[in-house]
């Protein structure tokens, strides 16, 4: 009996920039099982001379943060 192996999952990262400081930012919205929803992966690469630092970040509320953040500025009294 052979065993099911997982499917393979190809994730596209988009860029979106670099900060002043030299740190590259790239985004991906994946399918995470576990917590049964969409979430939003950004993954920071930094180059400083020889040595590459990463961090992989996400969140599944990104479109509420935003929405919240940028309310008080495009509401009209």
Not at 16 to 41: F, Q, Y
Not at 48 to 74: G, M, V, W
Request: proline residues 5%; charged residues 20%.
């Amino acid at each position: 009996m052979t065993a099911k192996s997982a499917p393979t999952i190809w994730v596209i990262f988009g860029f979106v920039g670099e900060t002043d400081n030299n740190v590259s930012l790239h985004t991906a919205v994946v399918n995470s099982p576990s917590l049964k929803r969409n979430i939003m992966i950004v993954y920071l690469i930094r180059r400083r001379n020889d040595k590459i630092s990463t961090a992989l970040l996400f969140s599944t509320d990104i479109h509420r943060f935003y929405k919240a953040r940028f309310q008080p500025e495009c509401s009209v009294p």
